[in-house]
């Protein structure tokens, strides 16, 4: 399967599909396709650590498998299932004769009814995907034990099958926004990597690719905006989805500079939180006030 050669390239690559990766990104990425390491990405709200996968499944021809973590997800819903419904109408569609034969009830745990999960998907596909395991803070600690022991081998045995082994372990990202602390068996296994805010130029420089014809100088304004809400004392501090989100409605109004009267108005474009409003209004001439 095709991969990149080297750190830049992957970052060209990356940057080709619109999405602009730090160095200690693209060379954890690096890594961990060449070496077949996980990823674990952690970082703020609204970063780009989903972002990333989409954007190098798509770049390498992968398809993305993704498998989205939340409160009680259980190994057969990560894994694979058995079609029970679709069982019982072929059980109700056999003789009674059929039924004492044992061949026609094995069928009835064959491939025909079994539900794919993604984490299944992801081992039959090998290096022909990228798995996104995605907010894995959300699920509870037997789960991620669960996770640890399919990533560290790679294969899944149903016992009605047999064992299916990845040809070549398909790339692992796993997200975290960090809502509870991982397990660090769980960390070992992977290459960690930490995704901030980004430094304002690049950030101006984020925009301008997911925003292309955008002002230079509405992007800048919005950044360094955004920079000073991030130092307010914020329940959500906006992340780069809500600055590209602020320049967009700024866009759609026609406007070319940001002031405190039209921050007023679009301020729900980047806050969330009726708190966080108030809090910023208090400061909305600073906040628009422009350089740093
Ligand atoms: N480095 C980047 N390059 C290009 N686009 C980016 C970058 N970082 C963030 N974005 C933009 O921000 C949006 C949000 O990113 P994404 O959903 O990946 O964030 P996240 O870190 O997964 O957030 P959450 O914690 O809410 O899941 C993306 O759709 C993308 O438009
Ligand atoms: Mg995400």
Redesign the pocket.
Known sequence: MAGPDSVAGLTGTLRDG????DRGLATALFIGISLHRPVLLE?E????????AKVLAAAYGRRLIRLQCYEGIDPGQALYEWDYARQMLHIRALSERQLADSAAVDQLFGPKFLIERPLLDAVRAGDSAVLLID?VDRADDEFEAFLLEVLSDFQITIPEIGTIRAPSPPLVIL?S?RTRELHDALKRRCLYHW?GY?PADREVE?VL??EPGVAQALARKVVEAVGRLRELDLAKPP???ET?DWVRALRFLGADDLDPALADDTLGAVLKERDDLDLARENLTEITSGAR
Do not use: D, Q
């Open positions: 619109g999405y602009l990766a970082g709200v609204g970063v780009g650590k989903t972002e990333v907010e997200t926004n995704i980004p984020i690719v997911r992340g780069v989805a590209i």
